[in-house]
């Protein structure tokens, strides 16, 4: 079977229903439970900058995993009603967005996430040069406002640039590992890139 791009359309398998149960907004939740117990990504730092948040799951696995000190900003081009209340939503695009908007008051974030994803348009490599785009963009964020010893999760469809931009990550943090989560589908290429320890 050739792989797909991401798993959209998988919505009623267990991880949906696990979501459902456990009172998270999507299945998406269990991708970034997974790299956090692997990579340790929540291991102090409280000041979280969620990149294509919506629905909004991983703003909540961020909120449970830090609690009363969290300080939560999300962006999206969709409203994020969801969103736990702590949470500071910015609708808007990130190739556009402002960084001083995402910033706000602080003058520095502790972690990066980034499961942004593109509309898919069937075509194979042009959603991987999107797909590859917006990683870019998460990580040009990520180093404009992570804090010196920050994190940076982003979600990348593998295609051409895939070690290119892996080394990207390796040469801003003290090290880069990528990895794809038991609950994201082996039908879809995506993968998400982990920078640890921002330089
Ligand atoms: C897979 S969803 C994120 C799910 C989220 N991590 C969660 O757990 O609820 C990807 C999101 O990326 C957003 N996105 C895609 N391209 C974007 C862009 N250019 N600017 C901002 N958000 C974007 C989409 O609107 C979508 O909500």
Known sequence: MAKRLDDRGT???RFHQKAKREGFLARAVYKLEEIDQKHKIFDGGHRVLDL???PGSWLQYAE???GE???LVGLDREAVPGAPPRARVVVGD???IDIKELLGDLPSFDIVLSDMAPDTSGIRSMDQA???ALFERALDIASQVLAPGGHFVGKLFQGAEFKKL???VRAKFASAKSMKPA???QISIEQYVIGKDFK
Do not use: L, P
Request: glycine share 4%; proline share 0%; with cysteine.
């Open 11 to 13: 919505r009623h398998d």
């Open 52 to 54: 294509g948040c919506a």
């Open 64 to 66: 449970k995993q830090i």
């Open 69 to 71: 000190r969290a300080v």
């Open 94 to 96: 990130v190739h556009t």
């Open 130 to 132: 999107r797909s590859e």
């Open 166 to 168: 892996n080394e990207t």
């Open 183 to 185: 609950s994201s589908r």
